[in-house]
DNA sequence: GCGAGTGTATGATTTTCATCGAACAGTCGG
DNA sequence: CCGACTGTTCGATGAAAATCATACACTCGC
């Protein structure tokens, strides 16, 4: 049979199309949140573990921001070895709400 | 002297340029407030008072949504007699965050 | 100027949400 | 198989936000 590359159960994901505009922007209305979409976009797809982000919050909270950015259809994650793998979904959020990730990503904090 | 419309206080107002990203989007990530957005882009401006909107919450919780839309640079206010009559910032909305408001306004729900 | 109509301010209540600590569950290298 | 590492789950806590009821302020027609 075709090897296993995990036995944990696969993470549940949103399709941006089953996505409301409510719960979109209320995904990305958390600093948190912003951050991790920020961070995200500026790496390859695949390469950033959760644990690898700059956030000053404990794993907890941030498996549960991970929890709801999936849900909003903006983070897809799969299994690689210990660690869970993100991809920003591009794409797919950008045909279901032209414009709004741009906004985000552009409006980057004055440092 | 010019002839007073009012004598009491005009309400404070944020301008679209003045509101970061995430403020907005927490603006809009609010069901009733994201009615009001729709009623009032449905409508003429100024012809709107605050008590004229079909939501499900007593006029002190509309009062305050009214002050969180002002602060987020998507509505404007004017006093007129007895009434405040709203205007929705649709160009300098738009010019901040190209787009966003759209992205609302044509996210009917599924009736 | 009274009274109805409209909206704001205040304080209390409720709900929601972000957060943490601790316990647990996989994965992998030795 | 053990131990380090990664992430989830659970329960509790605290803060923020929405809501309400009440009281207050302003406008206007009579």
Redo the contacts between chains.
């Keep these: 049979m075709a090897q296993r590359t995990s036995h944990r159960a696969a993470p549940e994901h949103t399709h941006p199309d089953d996505v409301?505009?409510?719960t979109a922007?209320?995904a990305?209305?958390?600093?948190v949140r912003?951050s991790l979409v920020r961070e995200l976009a500026g790496s390859a797809e695949w390469s950033r573990s959760c644990g690898s982000f700059d956030v000053p919050v404990g794993k907890a909270a941030l498996s549960h921001h991970f929890t709801v950015l999936r849900g909003a259809g903006l983070v897809e994650q799969r299994d690689e070895g210990p660690r869970r793998v993100n991809r920003l979904r591009r794409a797919e959020f950008e045909a279901r709400?032209?414009?709004?990730l741009d906004?985000?990503l552009r409006?980057e904090p004055t440092v």
Tied chains: 1, 2.
């Design positions: 409301s505009v409510q922007l209320a990305l209305a958390d600093p912003i709400f032209p414009g709004l906004l985000v409006d």
